[in-house]
T-cell receptor, first 114, second 110 residues
Framework: DADVTQTPRNRITKTGKRIMLECSQTKGHDRMYWYRQDPGLGLRLIYY???????NKGEISDGYSVSRQAQAKFSLSLESAIPNQTALYFC????FGQGYNEQFFGPGTRLTVL | KNEVEQSPQNLTAQEGEFITINCSYSVGISALHWLQQHPGGGIVSLFM???GKKKHGRLIATINIQEKHSSLHITASHPRDSAVYIC????????????FGTGTSLTVIP
């Protein structure tokens, strides 16, 4: 079984709809991250969480919100989806330690907003 | 303005060739990561570096903190190495900012 799972893997939705992407991990890591990837732009950090009570905005948090329901679960919500949020979304985890350790990525969610 | 620049953007090599991908960054960092993204989209972390050099099988990563530069080398390249290689740094003025390069697309031809 995969250590970092994302659901759904693919989603097509319409402008204005609320959508939630979910991430679960079995690695026991404290740190979790949400990224989006767009062609030609590379990965960009949306939000990150260093533990259940810690939520931090990343580079492009506008239009997104997150919830860290438990150590193992980190959800990303688009309150009112818009077409320029069409992208590939990745969840990642890392362990707490000295510096910033290796990140483990989920398989990605391909989101299309029509 | 890109805090992380990779070169080349695209690279085609014959099987067996020695490959080098370069990464330059403009911010102070606490760590640099090399990631591999396969055509299916999955991303795997290859290395995390804060100084010196690391080796993993046919892959070697080096970093020069003074020059703000890192290289990823692949020795004896193989078609299964075909992927996008992404350089990422952690640092910036808060020390917690993540910056990613746009990736180098590598194709190794048999």
């Amino acid at each position: 079984d995969a250590d970092v799972t994302q659901t759904p893997r693919n989603r097509i939705t319409k402008t204005g709809k609320r959508i939630m992407l979910e991430c679960s991990q079995t690695k026991g890591h404290d740190r979790m991250y949400w990224y989006r990837q767009d062609p030609g732009l590379g990965l960009r950090l949306i939000y990150y969480s260093f533990d259940v009570k810690d939520i931090n905005k990343g580079e492009i948090s506008d239009g997104y919100s997150v919830s860290r329901q438990a150590q193992a679960k980190f959800s990303l919500s688009l309150e009112s989806a818009i077409p320029n949020q069409t992208a590939l979304y990745f969840c990642a985890t890392s362990d707490f330690g000295q510096g910033y350790n290796e990140q483990f990525f989920g398989p990605g969610t391909r989101l299309t907003v029509l | 303005k890109n805090e992380v620049e990779q070169s080349p953007q695209n690279l085609t090599a014959q099987e067996g060739e020695f490959i080098t991908i370069n990464c330059s960054y403009s911010v102070g960092i606490s760590a640099l990561h090399w990631l591999q993204q396969h055509p299916g989209g999955g991303i795997v972390s290859l290395f995390m570096l804060s100084s010196g050099k690391k080796k993993h099988g046919r892959l070697i990563a080096t970093i020069n903190i003074q020059e703000k530069h890192s290289s990823l080398h692949i020795t004896a390249s193989h078609p299964r190495d075909s992927a996008v290689y992404i350089c990422a740094v952690v640092g910036g003025y808060t020390g917690n900012q993540f910056y990613f390069g746009t990736g180098t697309s590598l194709t190794v031809i048999p």
